[in-house]
């Protein structure tokens, strides 16, 4: 039972240019969630998604962008990279947006800008 | 101020001891309350929801005081594999609001 997958692992990118990190769930779920976390912090809402073709920003969506085709697939775009945007990048999923449901996180996407 | 706020940390205890770990939240209206782990550099998991009542899963007791704002996550008789960040998270909205974690290091 894979879970939640996303690819690349590692990226190293240069200023300007744009790269898609990718994020797939096997789990049926409805909502999906990309957050990013920065060295000592917290996770931060990029955005997230309630069901294909339905999607919405969160806390911190500027230089980012989503598409939701498909139930089981969510990439994350991010277009004329900047240094701002190193971080670690999770996808999520959940059954519903209840906190009676547990989100269910993927290995994580490690990205540099330089 | 931010929305979760938890100990800095980091908290360095000696096998066997009882730790103790405070968050606090801003928005009354918060509907949920969790505990996840996180090991160095991989993603979050779930360790227990936390209720007004209080509960405990094994070793684990996570307390809310809704009327303070504030949750607890105690840990008794520590192992070594209980090294990790603990993230306090809280349910609005239909979002999950994560504090910035504590970090817990059990040394033998």
């Known amino acids: 039972n894979a879970g939640v997958t996303q690819t690349p692992k590692f990226r190293i990118l240069k200023i300007g240019q744009s790269m898609t990190l990718q994020c797939t769930q096997d789990m049926n779920h409805n909502y999906m969630y990309w957050y990013r976390q920065d060295p000592g912090m917290g996770l931060k809402l990029i955005y997230y998604?309630?069901?294909?073709?339905?999607?919405d920003k969160g806390e911190v969506p500027n230089g980012y962008n989503v598409s939701r085709s498909t139930t089981e697939d969510f990439p994350l775009r991010l277009e004329l990279a900047a240094p701002s945007q190193t971080s670690v990048y999770f996808c999520?999923?959940?059954?519903?947006?209840?906190?009676?449901?547990?989100?269910?996180f993927g290995p994580g996407t490690r990205l540099t800008v330089t | 101020r931010k929305e979760v706020e938890q100990d800095p940390g980091p908290f360095n205890v000696p096998e066997g001891a009882t730790v103790a770990f405070n968050c606090t939240y801003s928005n009354s209206a918060s509907q949920s309350f969790f505990w996840y782990r996180q090991d160095c550099r991989k993603e979050p998991k779930l360790l227990m929801s936390?209720?007004?009542s209080g509960n405990e899963d094994g070793r684990f007791t996570a307390q809310l005081n809704r009327a303070s704002q504030y949750i607890s996550l105690l840990i008794r008789d520590s192992k070594l594999s209980d090294s990790a960040t603990y993230l306090c998270?809280?349910?609005?909205?239909?979002?999950?609001?994560f504090g910035q974690g504590t970090e817990l290091s059990v040394k033998p």
């Open positions: 999520a999923s959940s059954y519903r947006a209840s906190g009676s449901y547990e989100q269910y």
């Open positions: 998270v809280v349910f609005r909205e239909g979002k999950l609001i």
């Open positions: 998604s309630v069901g294909a073709g339905i999607t």
């Open positions: 936390v209720y007004s």
